[in-house]
């Protein structure tokens, strides 16, 4: 009875886990993006191939130094299972930083999935009011997908490097919050010191920045 049992584990363990990806020089179709926090550094890969509205979006922040100075912000963790869930990070609500909304790029027509390790971007209530907020999985979170009438949420590339980091956010004391968000917020949110681009040659959008400027109040 054993054996079966360890085989059912391991199924399962691996039904929540996306194909690892190489860590060390460029992967054909993705772009490799270095964040740099106060908990630790994470390395993503971006799916410019099956996601590149999405993909694009997130290097403008990256390009422009957007990021910098912002915060893993929320940790939601799975009832029941609280080793599971996602964190969330980004602008939050700073409009200085924004470059405004982006039409979604939903599962259903990337053909990617919410698996674990997989970077998404988040969304209000309109699925297509992206701006520079991400979240990175903990475990597979299918409700996430697109299904039915909902166009769920943007997944566009994973993490390579760095889980650790994420598991220790997902991990940390939480509270406040409302809503969906209600007792999710990190009590002391985890700092963005920047993020970098591994590939290609960062394109500046040139637009204003304007929080350099302006102190948030």
């Not at 929320?74 to 405004?100: E, H, M, N, S, Y």
């Not at 009590?187 to 040659?201: E, F, H, Q």
């Amino acid at each position: 009875m054993r054996p079966i049992l360890l085989a059912l584990f391991a199924l399962l363990l691996a039904s929540n886990a996306a194909p690892s990806l190489p860590q060390g020089g460029p992967i054909p179709g993705m772009v490799r993006v270095r964040i740099e926090t106060s908990a630790g550094a994470i390395v993503v890969a971006l799916d410019a191939k099956h996601a590149p509205r999405t993909t694009a979006n997130f290097l403008a922040y990256v390009d422009d130094g957007r990021f910098e100075g912002t915060t893993f912000y929320r940790a939601a963790r799975r009832k029941g299972a609280p080793q599971f869930g996602f964190v969330q990070g980004g602008i939050g609500t700073d409009q200085r930083r924004t470059l405004g909304w982006i039409p979604i790029e939903p599962t259903n027509v990337t053909g990617l999935r919410h698996l674990d390790a997989t970077l998404s971007m988040a969304h209000g209530p309109d699925p297509n009011s992206a701006t520079g907020n991400f979240s990175i999985m903990v475990g597979a979170n299918p409700g996430l997908d697109a299904r039915g009438n909902s166009k769920g949420f943007a997944a566009f590339g994973r993490v390579i490097a760095g889980m650790d980091v994420v598991r220790r956010m997902l991990a940390m004391p939480t509270g406040g919050g409302r809503d969906d968000m209600k007792d999710q917020m990190i009590l002391k949110p985890v700092t963005i010191l920047g993020a970098k681009r591994l590939d290609g040659t960062p394109r500046p959008t040139g637009m204003p920045k304007a929080w350099q400027l302006v102190p948030k109040r």
